[in-house]
């Protein structure tokens, strides 16, 4: 029946994959994207970002981040809006910029406004903040955070609210899939904004995660995480392994595999799971990490793993 069919059939909003540009050229890559028996729901995985849309001040650029949006409009299926404030994919205009507090709160908001309103009303989730926290719980130091201090998160929230009042927001992060320093200063984070009548709809979980690697504590987290009364969705999974593949390998991936999207069904507030793209083709991984890979459900000629039965199983 295919992903998005069972992750519906079990409540969920979608199941969905990451994409690029580059890749959509890909006749086969792009055949299988626009499938929505497997995917409900698709992210760009660069076309929205800073650098992309607002490469320079006030000059913006929506093409790329469009075909995309178009593409899911075009197969009927849900966007997640990727990423609205990142130290990385940042220009350096804004980065090295010297702004005084005033002068990047205003740069701030009109980046959001723009950004969230070219899109208004056809953005289910948006990436508002990505990647704030050090892994110890402590701020992540960013021009951002120099500059305005804590307060650059709730002039951001509350300008994409501002801008679309449709789209769900999202704090998204990794490593805050368990339990852990980390996690524990997301929730308290969120705790904080919604106490301040900030408004917040969601956690993203990205789940960049390691074979054999997973956390335990997966439902635990995630349950305390909707008993804020946010919502918690998987936004960029996928769980690599060190090359060469094998096959115990592959057997350990279907079962780690397995236990996200288990944890996820058992927590009616973890509203959907995204893959970070769908194929080991396109997988952001080997760049990344050298050495590992294989990081996803279908290998790099499109033949499903281990991993998506064992998805599929849990579904
Ligand atoms: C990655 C993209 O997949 C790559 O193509 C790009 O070169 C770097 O960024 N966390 C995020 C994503 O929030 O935006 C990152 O995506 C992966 C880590």
Redesign the pocket.
Known sequence: PGLNTLAKAKGKVYFGS?T?NPELTDAQYLALLSNTREFGQITP??SM?WDATEGSRDAFNFTRGETIVALAEKNGQQVRG??LV?H??LPNWVSNGGFDNATLISILENHITKVVANWKGRILHWDVL??IFNENGTWRPSVFYNTIGEAFLGIALRAARAADPYAKLYI?D?NIDGTGAKSTAMYKLVEKLLAEGVPVDGIGV?A?LIVGNVSSTLQTNWERFTSLGVDVAIT?LDIRMTLPVDEAKLAQQAEDYKKVVTACVNVPRCVGITV?DYTDKYS?IP??FPGQGAALPWDKDFTVKPAYEAIAAAL
């Open positions: 990451g690029d995985g660069n970002k990727h990423t990142w990385n994919q990505n990647e998204n990794y990205q960049h960029e970070w952001w760049r990344f």
